[in-house]
């Protein structure tokens, strides 16, 4: 977890529903300004109700620096909008169309380690086919509607009917649903590296230590003379349990090893 | 385990009663990562893929210990049906299907 996580509640505000959320307590305007001041380069701050808001506004107005990020659960439309996004550089609040989770999941999601990877919210952009889906650490991502593509005898993608489910882990148009994993395996090139890199450290499969190594050396299949592609690709699917001494040979003097070693990639 | 169908949409088992845990639930949604075919179960923040093709959990993170025994129990006495709910929502990647390559 990156960004400290900042709370307003000012005096006799306190939420019930964020009382379990382990955050840093802002109680009053120096409190809030404390915190700004040591938490310049970024933060979380969270506003549970227009109190916060009021107190963050007095406190933080002609002050905002660096990467400062807030979510408000209260609805923060018109001037008030325009002045929390010139304090703030993100701002994700229930104003109208956007739809967050209900707050007592909020909170486990801010409090989760992998916030990042999981959703707090979701805003239709209906004149540009888009959704517009908040991540816990309050950024940003932008989906085409059309990816939520209808399958053969499924229900159709709602999008009047958005909404984040699951403890921010199930996007839903009404009885359509998608999984978060799967939208951000699509859109977020580095959670897909992320989830690739994972996926080959636990195949410890022979054919798992072939393909890190033959990728290691920059390889393709059809970089290993006397062994044909196809070969190779059923060797690391783990098709061909004991591969012909012979083949073995071939595939490790081309990856400059032992055979006996390969499988320790 | 108990499961139902969200019109014709993703599919939503209920794990509750094996372990009596109301924030449990194994789904198959609209839209999955497509390899390999698999149900999650999803516990509040935390969820595990599990491979209906090997019947193994596919995630390392977060542990596969935590994963109640009950629940594992109750996705693999159903496995039949749910093999089949997952060719029915993605028959271009049915349970019996070898993996692609993927290069």
């Known amino acids: 977890m990156s960004e400290p996580l900042l709370l307003v509640e000012p005096r006799g505000q306190a939420s019930r529903l964020l009382a379990s959320l382990e955050a840093e307590r802002l109680r009053s305007e120096s409190d809030v300004r404390d915190a700004l001041e040591r938490h310049r380069r970024r933060a979380i701050w969270v506003a549970p109700n227009a109190p916060a808001i009021r107190l963050l506004v007095a406190a933080l107005a002609g002050r905002s620096r660096g990467d400062q990020r807030l979510l408000s659960l209260e609805p923060a439309n018109g001037a008030r909008h325009g002045l929390l996004h010139a304090i703030f550089r993100f701002v994700v609040s229930a104003d109208e169309g956007v739809s967050l989770l209900p707050t007592d999941e909020l909170a486990d999601v801010l409090g989760s380690p992998h916030r990042e990877d999981l959703f707090v919210g979701a805003a239709i952009a209906t004149d540009d086919a888009a959704v517009v889906l908040y991540r816990g650490s309050l950024d940003p991502l932008v989906v085409p509607l059309a990816w939520f593509r209808v399958r053969h005898g499924g229900p159709r993608a709602d999008p009047s009917r958005l909404s984040v489910s699951d403890f921010g882990q199930t996007v839903r148009l009404g009885d359509y649903q998608a999984a978060t994993d799967a939208v951000l395996y699509e859109f977020d090139d580095a959670y897909r590296r992320r989830a690739k890199k994972r996926q080959i450290q636990q195949d410890r499969s022979f054919g798992g230590a072939l393909r890190r190594l033959r990728l290691q050396n920059g390889l393709y299949r059809t970089d290993f003379p006397g062994v044909t592609a196809k070969e190779i690709a059923r060797i690391e699917r783990g098709e061909v349990k004991k591969p012909h001494p012979r083949t073995l040979a071939a595939v490790a003097k081309r990856l400059g090893v032992r055979p006996e070693s390969i499988a320790s990639f | ?103």
Do not use: Q, Y
Request: proline share 11%; hydrophobic share 35%.
């Open chain 2, 1 to 103: 385990m108990t499961a139902r169908r969200t019109r014709a949409g993703a599919l939503h088992a209920d794990p509750t009663r094996a372990v009596g845990e109301p924030r449990l639930e194994v789904k198959i949604r609209d839209r999955e990562r497509l390899e390999p075919p698999h149900v999650t179960i999803l516990h509040r923040t935390r969820a595990w893929r599990f491979d209906v093709r090997s019947e193994k959990l596919l995630d390392m993170e977060p542990d596969p210990n935590e994963v109640p025994g009950e629940v594992l129990d109750a996705v693999c006495a159903n496995l039949a049906p749910l093999r089949a709910e997952w060719d029915r929502m993605f028959p271009e990647n049915p349970v019996v299907s070898r993996e692609p390559d993927d290069e």
